[in-house]
């Protein structure tokens, strides 16, 4: 049932390779049907609720599930989905690609927006909706579904990505409806409907704020933190420990990256070793999660030009920001990471904005994963009380001349250049200083 | 004796206004003088030696230092240059003018030099050298002189402000002339000169690395930090205490800014305020002190076009750095941020590089200055074990609307907006992908 | 009647000074009316059809023309607006800020869209759009409307201006509402809803293309012009002569700058010579006109991502144009320029998009303009034949120093600093190739 | 003699690929030579008079003369440099890798100093310099050498590439050394210094200006073009006709693209057909010519700091320009397009400072380069009087698309779209009013 397909990103992402043993089958449908909708399901109450409310408006529903790392009972949610009416639910594993394809080229890229967010959520989308639309060509489903709100970047995200994969396909965004949003006004009224509607309802309160999570991170949101004032409450964050609890002896590692990729890890306090991917980026996870390192609280500007407030942690992703930034700039040359830095700011915006599947996001990844060629070495840094603490590094392919810059040699390098050097960049203030003494202001 | 010259910068940094009774006087020299040296003099073996040296070959010498926030005996440095043979001697306390005029426009710019290195030297170079040239043009000097190295940035910081104030100075490198670096090939070589020439010689045994350092900062590098693999030695920190040995208790801070410079500084658990200019950012490098804040290890490009490694220490500053781009991304428009975000990068390129006196330096000070207007408001942060954390931060000038954004208010706002705007921003996806399947790879 | 209105732009452009002997009235209206509505008029048949359909639908109109240089029998359009059924009719000649408010800036900021476009359709707009805002608000109008497409970039431009200086102004655009463009379908149906409206029908027959005109461009597209392998036709342009019929005599003109802005034209060939703003734009058209200066045809990507073709002639701007970038560079220092260069792109993709009136757009305009100030001097050209030839050019503010550039004056530059110069700059390339020696790949 | 290296540029620059029958051979000479030197030659006086007195310094010298498409007698420079006591003269024919490998990079990139300057001998530099240094590898020379002047570009991009590819180098480089300038003041000094060594002296008289010529373009600058004021003489170009000379009927051409580069041009006239790289330039050239197209006159600002005038005739390219400019916008994504827009300005920079060959050029060309995929298709052109008219195109991979763009065919677009498209663009500008109108100035 559960077909996988192997979809072959390097080649264009509008190609993508059906299952030789795939055969298109027109969407069966009761002659009433409206169509089959493919469904973004969290297991949650707002998908379980959009769920119902979809069949009742006459469509028939593929309920896809995710596993990008997030906390979640799987096979209660397929239970749940089917229950609910679901003509079909897909459960997909999506950590290894969430890895290799989104938060590499993050991590390549020292993906950053406004200078502080991680983007955490943000690559997240792509790699979801991906999935989700293929299972939409695949099923011939006409529609796909989700339950972002309308005031948010997900929604964006999420519908470009399907728009780019499938131009044809039709969104179903029931907080943009009027007819749901002016019907579902508050949780109260969600769960009434879930009553009506033998929808089960979350035994455990809700918490005054919104929560999305995945191997990356963690963001909340909304609520009590929506006053940009108020301080995020103690108790909010589930992905790392209080610094103020955390361990009083550090953890120190050596992370070696190969084309700007790490490939192996090593604690070198007590020889751990890991090197494939999931394992790895879970590895740092746990040890920034002991750390508590990765947590940030900021204001950030939303696509749709609002202003709004996120606390975020991204523990491992956050380890390896600093350590590729280390290796990155040991190995790469000065004016290549100029030019660098501007594409990945760059980047970070298209990620932000949902554009990680477009021909700029596909151009630009192109452009960086070729300033990687290079990034190769070792880092060695020490995680400690919510910080991480950059302590050495090696490389086979630095351009970092130790006789060169060395104070106490000379090397291949003659001091009197420099005067040359230095007389041929004042020229120009010389210039400006005649220029200025002609024209005082 | 001690002249100050008021010099009006925002008029133009050409332009030095001599105070009302300023006379200017021919050097006076002995006919066998080669004329008068404005030496940047440290107190220390080095410029010690030059100062000796030059008066050796002719020169008179008006040493000058600089009080940017070193810890100095400047009594007893002048004693020390008055005694090996200057005929003047100028001390000079520049730490409020470092402060503002410096380190204000530095945070302003969230000034950051290859994403990581907070600008702690370069900024200090043009304060000191500014007044040198000064000093020079007032004394009828033709010559300044200094002690930096011939492979590093700051000769170049140094002279480039020389040149664009005076842009008829003569520059007299020791480092970079054989003549002095052939003699003294290493620090044997100027004790042994020293001695020869009742040369105090510095009692304490010089660590295996150089350190510079100023109220900002501390660097640390060359010696047995010029290996990169090799970790920094735990003496190596003066300015900051060891996190795993700070309190185990935060600080928490409330800032305020008015047009992106901080007025006022509160310790919301002693109540302590702080808002003139020295005296607040003196606190804020005694609470980052005191948790252990600031301290990075990195690989840098120098100007030159060499990798070197550099271990520095930045309390204050980025205590600043962290509550300025929070209140900053707080109350600036989300595009005129990003233009700005460029420009930050360009001007830690010039400060960097030496071009903080420059057409080019002016020019995007004025631009960031202007983007400062509505920077306004008030941060809160804790700072405890090597890291500062961001809690809350109001504004009266906010463009962060809570209305707007609330999940649970519509305010002003119809989210079937959202479905027009991402549908217009998927059209040129739809025909890239249209125009990929007609054209496959 | 023909009230006008002082804005001081100058103050932020949310702050509309009304005239001392104003009065708000709130709008009188019947009890059935839905309000009033501030038309963008033209005289033209869509707009006159436009105007009736709103007073079916039970609006009362004011008609809105804006005089902005282009061809109108401005008292004739007035007479039918108020035919039609117009409550009142505004016509204001905003010809003289369009140029300096608008045409200026773009001068100084050498404002070109995608390499090519000069903006004349894209400035007119935010300069229309203004006046036609502080109408609604002076007259205590909720709406405004107009008659541009639901494809194209200028109801973008239009209503961003609106909403940009009365948040709360409501937009007719009919040309995207369903009730009007699916009964209004070709231009047959307009003609029909004329000939039953007594809405007086052009009697020359429409090109087969559409055109915008003012005083700075006209703008051709659509109609056979939309297949972008057509030639344009060769009566096609109205503004300039065809370069093969025109003068076989160049003009030669002397345009005089100061702070980036044109002050005074002198035409070498018979001395005439013009200096206030508006008469001196008229006057470059004029010789622009004449030679066949300024045609352009090009493919374009609008803001809501399609790729349009449009052809257009600029011809004042064009010689304009030339002349700034000539002084321009002549005057100002090579790095402000290369800033100054980033920043007219970032402006110019402003424009285009609308956001001529924004937080960016009036931050970009205020940086530009600093970068002005040294901008003085004049050049030199030659009009012939289609094209622009720059001669020469003085200025007494320039960083041109010709005895420093001399071949045959050594000045007061030492040709051995360039060695220096050189060998420092290849520092980063031998160790790129010392790199690559070892890593050969 | 005129052994042909195998250069495999793609692989990476630092790696010259020896003939198979290629032996080192130490540098044969007498005990008393210095070493040889590999001179680039012009056949002219100057480096004529340095071949001589390098000899006399006692030096070996090769002479290096490439063909790269300026006219010159090659078989007689051979044969004056022999006669000079040149041991050994290379000869290359260099035209076919400088269009292939140094021009259409730069047409694919558009590249452009400084918004005017098309970069024709910023780019023949390293090509020339690549091979020279290549004969001195192969040759076993220590030294290259060349008649630069000391305060120019050309210097430091010939050096520039010698050095990365052979950092050992070491560079001669008379016109820098006080020695030789001191000797040589003006003219008067060289042809006495020739009349001495029997050196040829030319016949015809010097103009009062310098000039530089080869298959992509000519520049003419210094002597009375030092003062920006004076206009060039009307005998100056030697490369196109004098516009107002040139024909009265235009030539229509078609350019055929493919990966950005042109492949085919076609004479819609007179039904001329090329293909082949050499031969489509020149042909271009030639018509460009014909027509008096590709001059302009500027001031520009060297690498060293100063800012220069320079008059510059570049007929092919300038067609190349335009055309290329066309077809790639109309085949680019507007956002790709806007990421190369900028590398392009960074790649000109690169180019006219002297890093064509330098791990940033390396990088940004590949960019450049992936930007290009799909630049293809034929562009129609006019060209006339100095002017080249775009007039239509075409191509398989447009992302343009007729009836989406199409005034009258709805297509696949909704206009109510546009409207939540310009609404949400307008939330920031709407925040902002709010915002000033709060905190009024």
């Not at 998908?47 to 997030?70: D, M, R």
């Not at 967010?117 to 099923?139: N, S």
């Not at 501007?342 to 192109?366: A, K, M």
């Amino acid at each position: 049932m559960l077909l996988k397909l192997q979809h072959t990103v390097s080649k264009g992402y509008s190609q993508v390779k059906l299952p030789n043993n795939f055969a298109f089958s027109p969407p069966s449908r009761m002659s009433q049907s409206k169509g089959t909708v493919v469904l973004a399901y969290s297991g949650g109450l707002d998908t379980s609720c959009i769920l119902v409310w979809l069949i009742e408006k006459g469509y028939e529903i593929i309920a896809f599930l995710a596993n990008i790392g997030q906390e979640e009972d799987f096979t209660e949610a397929k239970k749940k989905a089917l229950t609910l009416g679901a003509k079909k639910v897909f459960i997909e594993d999506l950590r290894k690609e969430f890895v290799e394809e989104f938060i590499w080229p993050s991590v390549q890229a020292n993906a950053i927006y406004e200078d502080r967010y991680m983007l955490g959520t943000a690559i997240a989308r792509p790699c979801i909706a991906r999935r989700q639309v293929q299972i939409a060509i695949q099923e011939g489903a006409e529609f796909v579904s989700h339950g972002a709100t309308g005031k948010g970047n997900d929604q964006i995200r999420f519908e470009l990505t399907c728009y780019a994969f499938q131009p044809s396909i039709q969104i179903i965004a029931p907080w943009r409806m009027p007819e749901f949003y002016n019907r579902f006004i508050g949780r109260t009224d969600l769960m009434q409907y879930a009553k009506e509607h033998d929808i089960p309802i979350p035994v455990t309160p809700k918490n005054p704020w919104s929560m999305d999570a995945n191997l990356m991170h963690i963001s909340y949101e909304s609520g009590i933190l929506e006053n940009p004032k108020n301080h995020g409450p103690p108790d909010l964050f589930q992905m790392t420990t209080d610094p103020s609890k955390s361990p009083n002896q550090s953890d120190v590692l050596e992370i070696e990256f190969k084309k700007g990729v790490p490939i192996k890890v090593t604690n070198l306090n007590d020889k751990t070793t890991i090197s494939s991917s999931l394992e790895l980026f879970e590895y740092l996870n746990k040890i920034a999660e002991k750390h508590g390192v990765g947590r940030i609280d900021i204001v950030e500007n939303r696509f749709i030009g609002m202003k709004s407030r996120g606390i975020y942690e991204t523990p491992g992703g956050t380890i390896l920001h600093h350590a590729h930034m280390d290796i990155e700039t040991f190995t790469m040359d000065r004016e290549v990471r100029k030019i660098k830095q501007g594409l990945s700011i760059t980047f970070s915006t298209q990620i932000y904005n949902g554009f990680w599947f477009s021909p700029e996001g596909e151009f630009t990844r192109h452009c960086i994963m070729k300033s990687q060629e290079n990034v190769e070495g070792k880092v060695q840094l020490s995680v400690f009380k919510g910080h991480v603490y950059i302590l050495g590094r090696e490389s086979p392919k630095s351009l970092y001349n130790e006789e060169l810059v060395s104070m106490n040699k000379q090397g291949d390098y003659d001091p009197s250049d420099a005067s040359g050097f230095i007389k041929i960049n004042s020229l120009r203030l010389k210039e400006y200083n005649r220029q200025s003494k002609m024209n005082p202001k």
